[in-house]
């Protein structure tokens, strides 16, 4: 056999070896044929063909993984349990930039899926591998390896944790300073998830100086980065008020108010989200986004939007309305309170409905007024309906109650409360009835008003336990009324009449 011969058969082989990876990515690429591929055994040919001689070969092959990784956890455990992962990050270092950014795609593969598996991947080295990656030049690379870390902090704290502690922060924040967007995208988006964990981890991606950056991008016209930039800062401020207010030094605000009439979705979402875990802390801080007109903006951007989009500008107005009875009034006189009836009449979903109702509960438990501006928008009946719907969530129910029995206690509006008085069940009832026992004694129109509309005549109807609070307030009310209109009103006195008239003998 000829030299020629001898090298045509090394040839044909690594032919077949490169035909082989690039098939079996090109296949992995189609979830219908995921099942197959592992069927025959794939993961342990593909193992050795990641120690491959040939660059390509090796490139190929863990993008083939990666794939196969992606699919499903069952695939990610077979990676695991194949015992590649070591390998892989050995060649972590020692390969080209093709290479590196094909296996940081197989460690985000794995790590995407669990808590487990991403534990599996900090356990092979992974996470300091990653990091070193970040160092490198090509921003292909940075970008592969900041995405994987961000799949693997987001999990838990622990795992976020050791992200930090391979000193990732600081070359992530470097990264948000890179001219490529991608990039900037996936840095924003991983210190976003490292941050939404704890107080310490937040703290440590602001000591790294994060916010100013993010602060400078908020502004800018790609929109996908926007949203982790805005993502990133909520997931700052939501921890602390020392954090929150970090996040205002940065003069963020006004410009992020602008951003709620961006055409993105999602912007706008995670602006609103930003705006409600600024306000939760302190009256101060909300102060600080109602005077620069984020809250009227939310209360606009929640007539334009549907669905789950809603549910932080709904929670935002909430958290406003419970510092103090001046912000309830200022979520009131921006139409705070006509907008949440909208959500709460076009909303289905109970987790929704459930957020609209506590928002709606925080702005009328303040004082009568607060109360009056939530029964002029018709929404005592809502809640009670809701309330009493028995395919309401037990959750729905709860803060149905809640919101019915503190708005109630305040409310002084007579006909707001006059239709609970014929649906209301005796726990709703006796707040309802006390209230009208208040004011019924010191307002003579309100006493003709309540004869003539039926509201007396109903009263006799209701069946209260002698001695039972109810029961002293209906004859609270009574004493309001002279005896006979009381006695022409109670159930059975037009039988008396009658039966006084068959006994009658004219003169």
Not at 80 to 99: A, G, M, T
Not at 111 to 126: T, Y
Not at 165 to 176: I, N, T
Not at 273 to 281: D, G, S
Request: with cysteine.
């Amino acid at each position: 056999m000829s030299q020629r011969q001898i090298i045509q058969v090394f040839e044909q082989y690594q032919k077949a070896r490169m035909q082989f990876v690039q098939t079996v990515a090109d296949l992995a690429s189609r979830p219908q044929n995921i099942e197959i591929l592992h069927n025959a055994g794939v993961m342990s040919m593909l193992r050795p063909l990641m120690l491959d001689v040939v660059p390509s070969i090796q490139q190929t092959a863990a993008l083939a993984l990666g794939r196969l990784a992606d699919h499903s956890d069952d695939l990610a455990e077979a990676v695991v349990k194949e015992d590649i992962l070591p390998q892989l990050v050995h060649s972590l270092s020692l390969q080209n930039r093709f290479y590196k950014k094909a296996a940081a795609f197989v460690l985000r593969a794995v790590a995407k899926h669990s808590p487990e598996l991403s534990q599996s991947v900090v356990a092979s080295g992974g996470v300091d591998a990653l990091v070193l990656c970040l160092e490198e030049f090509d921003p292909g690379v940075k970008e592969a390896a900041a995405w994987a870390l961000g799949y693997i902090a987001r999990h838990n704290a622990l795992l976020a944790q050791s992200v930090v502690d391979a000193g990732a922060v600081p070359l992530l924040v470097m990264c948000l300073l890179e001219p490529e967007l991608a990039l900037k995208r996936i840095a924003a988006s991983t210190l976003s998830d490292i941050s939404k964990h704890t107080p310490e981890l937040a703290q440590t991606v602001v000591d790294n100086g994060a916010i100013a950056h993010l602060a400078q991008m908020i502004l800018n016209p790609d929109a996908k980065l926007k949203r982790q930039v805005f993502s990133a800062l909520s997931q700052i401020s939501k921890h602390s008020v020392s954090l929150a207010e970090l996040v205002i030094e940065a003069e963020i605000f006004p410009a992020a108010v602008a951003c709620l009439r961006d055409p993105d979705e999602y912007v706008k979402k995670n602006v609103t989200t930003l705006m409600r875990e600024v306000v939760q802390h302190t009256p101060e801080l909300s102060q600080v986004i109602v005077n620069c007109g984020g809250m009227a903006a939310v209360i606009d951007y929640l007539g334009n939007c549907s669905g789950n989009l809603r549910l932080p500008g709904i929670m935002m107005l909430g958290y406003v309305a419970a510092h103090s009875e001046n912000l309830a009034m200022a979520v009131i006189l921006s139409k705070g309170v006509p907008q949440l009836a909208l959500c709460l009449s076009e909303e289905s979903d109970h987790t929704m409905k459930a957020a609209t109702v506590w928002s709606i509960g925080q702005i009328g438990h303040h004082t009568p007024e607060h109360a009056k501006a939530v029964a002029t928008a018709n929404l005592l009946p809502k809640l009670l309906e809701l309330y009493m719907d028995a395919s309401s969530s037990e959750d729905l129910q709860a803060k149905c109650k809640k919101a019915l029995k503190s708005i109630l206690q305040k409310c002084t509006y007579l006909p707001g409360l006059e239709p609970l008085l014929y649906d209301a069940p005796s726990n709703i009832l006796k707040h309802v009835v006390c209230q009208f026992s208040k004011v019924l004694p010191h307002d003579s129109k309100a006493r003709r008003l309540f004869v003539t509309s039926g509201g007396l005549k109903k009263v006799q109807e209701i069946q209260a336990e002698p001695g039972s609070p109810l029961q002293e307030h209906i004859n609270a009310i009574n004493s309001c009324f002279p005896e006979e209109i009381v006695r022409y009103y109670s159930p059975g006195y037009s039988e008396v009449l009658l039966e006084r008239l068959e006994n009658y003998q004219p003169a």
